[in-house]
């Protein structure tokens, strides 16, 4: 950006998306409007309004310098400091993974499944998603805490504990839950898969009527292959699952019957190359019964939903 030049909004993202363009990004466009929307305190709505607008020179050099990090490889999220999950704004930072939108048919399945328990017992979706004490879930790996405050957000009385190896990522999760006015409903616990349950306050111990977990599943050397953007900025700990990337979901599948009520479901979000292995341990376990494997919206076999005996 030469700095003799009239800038208005158009040509700022003209020539960034070229720029975003030649160093590899997936979403130019995208990006582009995202950082100048942030670096004008505006909404990309506004953006679109004001084409001819010009920004001031403060405004400039912060969308500028934005830009550079960007094509350094930084993610977007990190540079803007939050990410849409579910529709919910989500504050990210490098302290956690940031939220995929694979992980969002978690929650809708999770969802679903309350709305299908609730006819059994003759109840319509709605009233069990509002009545008390409805689902006791337990998060394993929670991040910035998007899954499980979407689902609190979505299943008003649901009690949730969400558990997290790192501390780092606990107090980001903290911050979100608050923002969103669920901490009441979401117990945040350090704890390796777990380990520390002993811990957990009373509303929020098991049995559990759902285990969910996105575990990280990146083998170590597909770690090694991982664009840069996620190896360079993004928490290796939320990433790498062990040697194959299956090691945290054989673990986590093998002690999750001894915290699930009977009758409870067991979710998963896995990496297409290692779930179906995790899949045949689940069917080879006495533990489970009705395991299935099902697709994320580009029909790569993704998740899992087992059943405790």
């Known amino acids: 950006m030469s700095q003799g030049e009239v800038w208005t909004i158009k040509s700022l993202l003209d020539w960034t998306v070229g720029f975003l363009q030649k160093k590899g990004s997936d979403s130019p466009r995208l990006d582009a409007e995202i950082l100048l929307a942030h670096a004008l305190g505006k ?3 506004e953006l679109y309004v004001s084409y001819d607008a010009v920004p001031d020179d403060e405004a400039r050099g912060k969308f500028r310098e934005l830009v550079r990090r960007r094509g350094l490889g930084e993610p977007v999220a990190y540079l803007v400091g939050n990410k849409e999950f579910y529709s919910l704004r989500f504050d990210v930072d490098k302290r956690a993974l940031i939220p995929r939108p ?3 048919q978690l929650v809708l399945e999770i969802v679903e499944y309350v709305k299908k328990r609730a006819n059994a017992f003759g109840k319509s979706g709605a009233d069990e998603l509002a009545s008390a004490d409805a689902l006791r879930v337990c998060e394993v790996g929670v991040g910035s805490g998007c899954l499980s405050i979407a689902l609190a957000k979505h299943v008003p009385t649901a009690r949730i504990l969400a558990l997290d190896i790192s501390e780092d990522a606990l107090d980001v999760a903290r ?5 969103h006015s669920v901490e009441d409903r979401v117990e945040f616990l350090r704890s390796d898969l777990f380990d520390a349950l002993d811990a957990a306050s ?13 575990p990280p ?4 050397a597909e770690y090694a292959a991982l664009a840069p953007s ?3 900025f993004e ?23 001894d915290y699930l009520a009977s009758g409870g479901k067991l979710y998963l979000e896995l990496s297409p190359t290692t779930v179906e292995a995790v899949a045949s341990q689940i069917e080879q376990d006495a533990c489970w019964r009705d395991s299935r494997v099902f697709s994320d919206l580009a029909r790569a076999p993704r998740y899992i939903e087992a059943t405790r005996q």
Do not use: C, H, M, W
Request: no cysteine; glycine share 6%; aromatic share 6%.
């Open 43 to 45: 909404s990309r709505v």
């Open 217 to 220: 599943y990146v083998s170590q």
């Open 235 to 257: 928490p290796a700990l939320a990433l790498v699952g062990g040697p194959t990337g299956a090691e945290l979901a054989n673990k986590l599948v093998a002690r999750a019957p």
């Open 230 to 232: 996620v190896r360079e």
């Open 202 to 214: 009373p509303d929020f111990a098991p049995p559990y009527d759902v285990i969910v977990s996105n």
């Open 102 to 104: 694979e992980t969002e």
């Open 175 to 179: 911050a979100n839950a608050a923002r």
